[in-house]
């Protein structure tokens, strides 16, 4: 059975980190999150996948072709050259399927879920097509889906306003089609699959659910995107393999009196100097540096970024080659952009977003 994974989203929650990298290759413990996907369909027992392109695709397919041993996992790819949508994109795909039941997975969903049961249950029914659902907090980000006691699929709204909600449950981004259901979506334009492939499915009454309660999250935002990478720094979720909770490479270089507060990661050629703290849950990038005195906690430094003496960083992203200045505070999900430098004495709070390249001035911003 071959899967479709759908990666051909612009990423612009995630901005400004999606703008240099697509969200599918955003790191999680120092790993491409497309690693911890192809783990997940391949766990599955799948034969291999489509990966539905739009946005980036380059680095995409770069990362698979670098990976020489997927086991006799098959990976494709279909590019859109304008955004197709969900459907949209699966359609796109598929020229690369093989005609048979198949698997869609939304490319930006972490999870642990029983892929194989799904298709257990999807294959034992009458369904044309089969959604996993999850329940979470607030559904109006997401696609809200009733369900009998028999799992028949009563209604599907997507990104229901706050007095549309009538259940926690809403789709997981996972999905088990019959062809038929191809068939359904028209060509060469944008379609959506959970605004008009799913309520048209529900009104023949071939649409069915199948609820997950295993770890499920949605890494698209920047909060989503720390609380993921500080699951899976914690082992709740991903490789149980050789985990180590002190994933430091051997090439680290670091000075005196270093606090390492494990869970960490702290990849290839980085550079901590002394009486620097990397508090619980970070990840440190390729050659990132952090300075004297400096302080990361609960934190993302993609490759290259730097944090200079005395500064701290905590429950932040901080983008490829940024700098973040002496003495500054970066803090409270602030996200900055590729190589943009934070001079001195600046404090960086409340989500802000800096761009990719943009320098702010030292003692400039203060919250
Ligand atoms: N090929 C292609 N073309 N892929 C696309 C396109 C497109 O035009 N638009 C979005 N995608 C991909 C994204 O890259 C992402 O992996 C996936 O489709 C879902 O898009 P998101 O933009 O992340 O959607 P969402 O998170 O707001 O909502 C979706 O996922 C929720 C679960 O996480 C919906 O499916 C919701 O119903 C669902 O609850
Ligand atoms: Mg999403």
């Given at each position: 059975?071959?899967?479709?994974?759908?990666?051909?989203?612009q990423?612009?929650?995630?901005?400004?980190?999606?703008?240099?990298?697509?969200?599918?290759?955003?790191?999680?413990?120092?790993?491409?999150?497309?690693?911890?996907?192809?783990?997940?369909?391949?766990?599955?027992?799948?034969?291999?996948?489509?990966?539905?392109?739009?946005?980036?695709?380059d680095?995409?397919?770069?990362?698979?072709?670098?990976?020489?041993?997927?086991g006799?996992?098959?990976?494709?790819?279909?590019v859109?050259?304008?955004?197709?949508?969900?459907?949209?994109?699966?359609k796109?795909?598929?020229?690369?399927?093989?005609?048979?039941?198949?698997?869609v997975?939304?490319?930006?969903?972490?999870?642990?879920?029983?892929?194989?049961?799904?298709?257990?249950?999807?294959?034992?029914?009458?369904?044309?097509?089969?959604?996993v659902?999850?329940?979470?907090?607030?559904?109006?980000?997401?696609?809200?889906?009733?369900?009998?006691?028999?799992?028949?699929?009563?209604r599907?709204?997507?990104k229901?306003?706050?007095?549309?909600?009538?259940?926690n449950?809403v789709?997981?981004?996972?999905?088990?089609?019959e062809?038929?259901?191809?068939?359904?979506?028209?060509?060469?334009?944008?379609?959506?699959?959970?605004?008009?492939?799913f309520?048209?499915?529900?009104?023949?009454?071939?649409?069915?659910?199948?609820?997950?309660?295993?770890?499920?999250?949605?890494?698209?935002?920047?909060?989503?995107?720390?609380?993921?990478?500080?699951?899976?720094?914690?082992?709740?979720?991903?490789?149980?393999?050789?985990?180590?909770?002190?994933?430091?490479?051997?090439?680290?270089?670091?000075?005196?009196?270093?606090?390492?507060?494990?869970?960490?990661?702290?990849?290839?050629?980085?550079?901590?100097?002394?009486?620097?703290?990397?508090?619980?849950?970070?990840?440190?990038?390729?050659?990132?540096?952090?300075?004297?005195?400096?302080?990361?906690?609960?934190?993302?430094?993609?490759?290259?970024?730097?944090?200079?003496?005395?500064a701290?960083?905590?429950?932040?992203?901080?983008?490829?080659?940024?700098?973040?200045?002496?003495?500054?505070?970066?803090?409270?999900?602030?996200?900055?952009?590729?190589?943009?430098v934070?001079?001195?004495?600046?404090?960086?709070?409340?989500g802000?977003?800096?761009?990719?390249?943009?320098?702010?001035?030292?003692?400039?911003?203060?919250?």
């Amino acid at each position: 059975m071959q899967a479709v994974v759908l990666v051909g989203g612009q990423g612009t929650r995630l901005r400004p980190v999606t703008y240099d990298i697509p969200k599918s290759l955003v790191p999680l413990r120092n790993r491409p999150f497309m690693g911890y996907m192809l783990d997940f369909l391949r766990s599955a027992g799948l034969d291999g996948a489509v990966l539905s392109l739009g946005y980036l695709p380059d680095p995409i397919q770069a990362y698979l072709c670098d990976k020489q041993d997927l086991g006799g996992f098959s990976v494709d790819y279909a590019v859109e050259n304008q955004a197709l949508g969900t459907a949209g994109g699966i359609k796109n795909a598929e020229k690369y399927l093989d005609g048979d039941t198949l698997v869609v997975v939304n490319g930006d969903v972490l999870t642990g879920m029983d892929l194989a049961r799904t298709i257990e249950v999807h294959r034992a029914s009458d369904a044309l097509a089969t959604i996993v659902l999850t329940s979470v907090e607030d559904p109006t980000a997401y696609g809200l889906v009733e369900v009998d006691h028999e799992m028949l699929v009563h209604r599907f709204i997507e990104k229901p306003a706050a007095d549309e909600v009538t259940t926690n449950l809403v789709n997981a981004g996972v999905y088990v089609l019959e062809p038929e259901v191809l068939s359904m979506i028209p060509p060469d334009r944008e379609v959506s699959i959970e605004r008009e492939v799913f309520p048209e499915l529900q009104e023949s009454g071939r649409l069915r659910a199948h609820i997950t309660s295993s770890y499920w999250r949605d890494i698209g935002t920047p909060r989503s995107y720390l609380a993921a990478s500080h699951d899976v720094l914690s082992g709740a979720v991903g490789a149980r393999e050789g985990f180590e909770y002190l994933d430091v490479d051997p090439s680290v270089e670091l000075g005196k009196n270093v606090r390492l507060l494990p869970p960490v990661s702290i990849a290839e050629g980085c550079t901590i100097s002394a009486l620097a703290t990397i508090g619980g849950r970070s990840s440190l990038g390729k050659g990132s540096v952090v300075g004297e005195g400096a302080v990361v906690e609960g934190s993302i430094l993609l490759d290259g970024a730097e944090v200079e003496a005395g500064a701290i960083v905590r429950g932040s992203v901080i983008g490829p080659r940024a700098r973040v200045g002496n003495n500054s505070i970066v803090r409270g999900l602030s996200v900055l952009g590729a190589g943009c430098v934070i001079g001195e004495g600046n404090v960086l709070d409340q989500g802000i977003r800096v761009n990719p390249g943009v320098v702010v001035s030292p003692r400039s911003l203060r919250f």
